[in-house]
């Protein structure tokens, strides 16, 4: 079963613009992760922030977590056209191995 | 370092027919681990491996599904009998032991069952 929800589902915005991404899980973790996939392609590590973090920046990413509120959010600032992917964001919990993934949003992003 | 590899990138069957998927992790990473996903969803977890051993299976790998780590190194998942409710990417990642969760993902496998 999934244990993200990301929201929103799609996000379309034009270049320069910058994007947020939402993600909300149910049970405690021992970090959160973000990826992009592209379309049909394997997933690209983004970011990790760890459960005792609430904020983290990587390049024009920043990931803010908040355990309290179960949610975590990720900006990219100045997009571009090749931000364009899906954004599915990951728990890790327990034994910290397997990863549970959100059902992802999807970001276009217009020239 | 090449990355995790996946053979072959796709694939199409008929129903009732066995296939087998290939993936040769990132060489110094002794841990792997195969995820499925389906249109419109995240990746959901199947099963992983530690070295050669297999610690622990989702209830989504049925008994026609069966995954080994010979060595250590690449890994198989075989579906017997595919159903069309198997067409999906298979996606394969692998990671240090020691890593804090960070794991590095294959291009996938697709599998259409017809």
């Known amino acids: 079963s999934q244990q993200g929800e990301e929201d929103p589902q799609a996000l379309s915005i034009q270049e320069g613009e910058n994007a947020t991404m939402n993600c909300s899980y149910k049970?405690?973790?021992?970090?959160l992760q973000w990826y992009r996939q592209n379309s049909g392609r394997g997933l690209v590590h983004l970011i990790l922030?760890?459960?005792?973090?609430r904020e983290k920046h990587s390049g024009r990413l920043r990931v803010t977590l908040d355990t309290s509120k179960k949610s975590s959010s990720l900006l990219i600032t100045a997009s571009r056209a090749a931000d364009t992917a899906s954004y599915f964001c990951a728990t890790s919990g327990g034994s910290n191995y397997k990863l549970t993934f959100g059902k992802g949003t999807l970001l276009t992003v217009n020239p | 370092d090449t990355g995790v590899s996946q053979d072959p990138r796709h694939k199409i069957t008929k129903r009732g027919q066995n296939v087998t998927f290939r993936c040769d992790p990132i060489s110094e990473h002794n841990r792997l681990y195969w995820y499925r996903q389906t249109l419109g969803q995240g990746p959901e977890f199947l099963t992983y491996?530690?070295?050669?051993?297999?610690?622990?299976k989702s209830r989504l790998l049925s008994d026609r599904f069966s995954a080994e780590r010979p060595k250590g190194s690449f890994s198989t998942l075989e579906i017997q009998r595919t159903e069309q409710g198997d067409s999906a990417m298979y996606l394969c990642a692998s990671s240090l032991s020691q890593a804090f969760g960070e794991q590095y993902f294959g291009p996938g496998t697709r599998l259409t069952v017809t």
């Open positions: 491996f530690q070295n050669e051993a297999q610690l622990e």
């Open positions: 049970t405690s973790i021992n970090n």
């Open positions: 922030i760890r459960s005792n973090e």
